[in-house]
């Protein structure tokens, strides 16, 4: 059986292995990295194979998943293209590979140019809440990659959490919109305000925690609408009044669209930035043989 290879052994990959282990994948796993450690990591945690020559990684794929940096993505394409070209048969005897990319901001446009057919892209944003399989991924698909395959790549991503097939043009928003980092900060601020007003620490987690993943699953689970309970919340002369209405005042909502605003200027930053930069030189050890 073909196997799902994953360019990358870091964070992501293995947020990503953890659920699909959790899931009871049964397609075989493959990670190739140039760091010895975190192989052995990924072996020990999972049981899964690895591989740290990038040609028989490569030869063993139905499914790539470029799991590194944005900044190394180039890299690491151009030692991709190398075994490719390098590996008879097309890739094991296939006329495609399908090869997704989870790196932020490097559009399909540029990937495509980096690494062509046999390669068909798509690319993925998935949430590092996949190892508990409630992740949310973002999907997008080039042009070319095949039809039938398109079934394949998400039911990959559906076994760690529901997917949403979005066009490329909005996957900059999406990403920045939907990083767990923004529970994680309202979180961290509302139980510190919390405590410089004289709760304990455990008491104000309690509170912050209940005020926002507690109240936010209600309204998932049930038929209100966000802007009814926003306003059975803002009872005039209340106190939950009085607390959002300061915020409102204050410029809460520009403050959080100022800061989306900025991670995408960021990840279209780092495409100009990383479209715009030479191949690195591979070193003649790392090269496939």
């Not at 990670?31 to 072996?43: I, Q």
């Not at 949430?127 to 080039?142: C, I, Q």
């Not at 959080?256 to 715009?276: H, P, Q, T, W, Y």
């Not at 191949?279 to 090269?287: A, E, G, M, S």
Request: hydrophobic share 45%; with cysteine; charged share 20%.
């Amino acid at each position: 059986m073909k196997a799902t290879v994953f360019l990358g052994g870091g964070r992501i990959a293995a947020a990503l292995i953890a659920g699909l282990r959790r899931a009871g994948y049964k397609t075989p796993i493959v990670v190739h990295d140039r760091n010895p450690g975190k192989l052995r990591a990924l072996r020990r945690e999972f049981g899964v194979a690895v591989e740290p020559d990038l040609r028989p990684a490569i030869a063993s794929a139905r499914l790539l998943i470029v799991a590194v940096r944005p900044g190394d993505v180039a890299a690491i394409l151009a030692q991709t293209r190398h075994a490719v070209s390098r590996s008879s048969a097309k890739v094991g005897g296939q006329s495609v590979l399908l090869a997704c990319s989870l790196a932020a901001g490097i559009p399909l446009a540029k990937l495509r140019a980096q690494l062509g057919p046999p390669v068909c892209w798509a690319r993925a944003m998935p949430s590092p809440l996949a190892r508990s399989r409630r992740g949310l991924t973002a999907l997008t698909f080039d042009g070319g990659f095949p039809r039938a395959a398109r079934k394949l790549l998400r039911q990959v991503f559906a076994q760690v959490g529901p997917v949403l097939e979005i066009p490329e043009s909005k996957f900059d928003v999406f990403t920045v919109t939907f990083s767990p980092s923004h529970g994680y900060q309202a979180l961290a601020a509302l139980a510190r305000a919390a405590q410089k007003l004289g709760l304990d620490r455990p008491a104000a987690l309690v509170a912050a925690t209940h005020a926002l993943a507690d109240a936010i699953l209600s309204w998932r689970e049930g038929e209100e609408s966000l802007e009814g309970l926003l306003d059975e919340a803002a009872t005039p002369g209340g106190t939950a009044a009085a607390v959002m209405n300061t915020l409102n005042a204050a410029g809460h909502s520009g403050m959080i669209e100022r800061g989306l605003r900025a991670g995408v200027a960021r990840a279209r930053k780092n495409a100009e930035e990383r479209s715009s930069a030479p191949d690195r030189k591979i070193p003649r050890k790392q090269r496939s043989r």
